[in-house]
């Protein structure tokens, strides 16, 4: 009788007709957003003004630390008037889940003057990236002016959901250098030698 019943759950499990427990291996495969890696923790849910919570995981580092795309995908919204509210940009990837780049740097080097411009040379609405690709600098732009330079980075699944980005983040690949989106190495080479 057990063994049927084991049976039943297994053939359960893969038709779909039960879900499939959720474990801490159960991650969403990105590159980490950062070169390099600052640290930081899960501030995702804490309290923010206005009585919201936190959307994101905020990762303090100084400003013109390179961003790189999470994941392959094409620029949507951008947030990139020169000296108005620059800088912010969403990736769509290209599996249907979304990131955002939020309080890229809106300086010219040496100052905290909102002349700047954060974005990578070439990035722009409608423009296909690969992971890894540089694509903007830390900054604090928008409300970070007063928090310090850092890249709060959101994670939405395909529905559109917000999710934790700090598993993800923690399982990330990280970069020692951006990908190159001309690169083409010698046969065999991948954008792997880029890693650590």
Known sequence: MKRTARLLSVFALLTGLLPVPASAADTYDIIFPLIP??????NFGDPRSGGRSH???????PKMTPVVAAADGTIGWMHGEQGD??????????DGYESQYI?????TPGTDDGQGWGFAPGIE??????AGQLIGYVGDSGNAESVGSHLHFELHD?????LNPYPHLEAATRLTLPIDADFEGPSGMTKAACMR
Do not use: F, Q, R
Request: glycine share 10%; charged share 20%.
């Open 37 to 42: 890696d600052p640290g930081y923790s899960d």
């Open 55 to 61: 959307e994101g995981i905020d990762m303090m580092s």
């Open 85 to 94: 509210d620059c800088c912010a940009l969403e990736l769509w990837h290209d």
């Open 103 to 107: 309080h890229l740097n809106n300086d």
């Open 125 to 130: 609405s409608g423009v296909h990236v690969m």
């Open 158 to 162: 395909p529905s559109g959901a917000v």
